[in-house]
């Protein structure tokens, strides 16, 4: 800072600022090229389907001369089904409050644990033992209450994931489309 004396005795303050506006600049551009964004995360590998595979609803909407297709998407058959349950509490609505596993003889076990970490670490050891018995070593289905946020049921497919199964499928909640 460079002081400036006025006729009259008192002094003025000047600031330079050119080189603060080109300083600021110089930062900003290196700040922009330097910006190296996280890759997305909590990706999910889901497709929907096409324009072609849209359902009609009523029999005048469909259109005759398109032609049907003979084989319809495969459903992963699964020897498992893990069943969430949720909180309903007014506190904690949309948590996981219990676990139970489902085998293809429609027999239930379920996961104990005091709160959602023991749960899910519980899962996992549950699900990696079982897996050695399974036939589909690959395809296991999920099924959540209907007031199951979306983010205890991302947790129960990653721990699904990391317990080795690879194709996770969705089974619609137990009294979907019914009242409240």
């Known amino acids: 800072m460079r002081q400036r004396s006025i006729p009259g005795g008192t ?3 000047v600031l330079p600022i050119t080189p603060m506006l080109d300083m600021a600049f110089q930062l900003l551009f290196f700040f922009i090229m330097t910006f190296n964004p996280a890759d997305l995360e909590g990706q999910m590998d889901l497709s929907l389907p096409s324009e072609a595979d849209k359902a009609a609803h009523d029999q005048k909407d469909m ?6 297709d003979k084989t319809p ?4 058959p699964s020897d498992l089904t893990v069943k969430v349950r949720t909180q309903l509490d007014g506190e904690r609505d949309g948590t996981i409050s219990a676990l139970f596993v489902r085998d293809i003889d429609s027999k239930e076990e379920p ?10 670490a519980n899962l ?6 079982k897996q ?11 099924q959540g209450d209907r007031k199951l946020r979306i983010a205890a049921l991302i947790k129960v497919m990653d721990v699904c994931r990391n317990a080795g199964f690879k194709n996770i499928s969705f089974v619609t909640p137990e009294g979907f489309g019914r009242g409240t």
């Open 11 to 13: 002094s003025e303050i």
């Open 63 to 68: 259109n005759p001369l398109t032609k049907t």
């Open 73 to 76: 998407e495969p459903e992963f």
């Open 124 to 129: 996992k050891s549950y699900l990696g033992e």
């Open 132 to 142: 050695k018995t399974v036939t589909n070593k690959e395809s296991i289905k999920v």
């Open 111 to 120: 996961i104990g644990g005091a709160d959602e970490k023991t749960l899910l």
